[in-house]
């Protein structure tokens, strides 16, 4: 993290974050290079854990 005092580190705190978000982005790596993948997403919190759920077709890159 580039700038400490902005870290957010309260679980919490990122749980009410995430789902403010409609969309996240994970990245893959194909051969040499990374790209990226724009996915909606669905949250699931308690006190033990987090389930975060994707919707992916079974054509296509991912």
Do not use: Q
């Given at each position: 993290?580039?700038?400490?005092?902005?870290?957010?580190k309260?679980?919490?705190?990122?749980?009410?974050?995430?789902?403010?978000?409609?969309?996240?982005?994970?990245?893959?790596?194909?051969?040499?290079?990374?790209?990226?993948?724009?996915?909606?997403?669905?949250?699931d919190?308690?006190?033990?854990?987090?389930?975060?759920?994707?919707?992916?077709?079974?054509?296509?890159?991912?």
């Amino acid at each position: 993290m580039r700038k400490a005092n902005r870290e957010v580190k309260d679980r919490n705190e990122i749980i009410e974050i995430m789902k403010r978000c409609d969309v996240c982005r994970l990245v893959f790596n194909n051969g040499d290079y990374p790209y990226i993948v724009p996915l909606n997403f669905g949250l699931d919190a308690d006190e033990e854990k987090v389930i975060i759920y994707f919707h992916s077709a079974l054509e296509g890159t991912k």
